[in-house]
């Protein structure tokens, strides 16, 4: 079964940070483009951060300077590293990324891991 899990969200204060990880596993042929994306309370899910195979990334103007996500492709993993962080990226933070499988390739998702900014 192919997954995407997610680890090293919690409560950190403002200022402080956090490193994101996202495996993938499974039967997996190739992974292309994969990212972060983030939905807070009443609002929509926003891309926060995107890399492709060959490292060329892409970042929501809000968190330029502050995040980097990053990619170990020997380990399928994809990173978010989260500096200077404030309460208002407080949010579920989903990973994805684009799989070829046996069947296709396909967008696939993590479950999500919770980062609350809080003092």
């Known amino acids: 079964q192919v997954q995407l899990v997610e680890s090293g969200g919690g409560l950190v204060q403002p200022g402080g940070s956090l490193r994101l990880s996202c495996a993938a596993s499974g039967s997996i042929f190739s992974i292309y483009a994969m990212g972060w994306h983030r939905q807070a309370p009443g609002k929509q899910r926003e891309l926060v951060a995107a890399i492709t195979t060959g490292g060329i990334t892409n970042y929501a103007d809000s968190v330029k300077g502050r995040f980097t996500i990053s990619r170990d492709n020997a380990k399928n993993t994809v990173y978010l590293q989260m500096n200077s962080l404030k309460p208002e990226d407080t949010a579920v933070y989903y990973c994805?990324?684009?799989?070829?499988?046996?069947?296709?390739?396909?967008?696939?998702w993590g479950q999500g891991t919770q980062v609350t900014v809080s003092s």
């Open positions: 994805n990324a684009a799989l070829r499988v046996e069947a296709g390739t396909f967008d696939f």
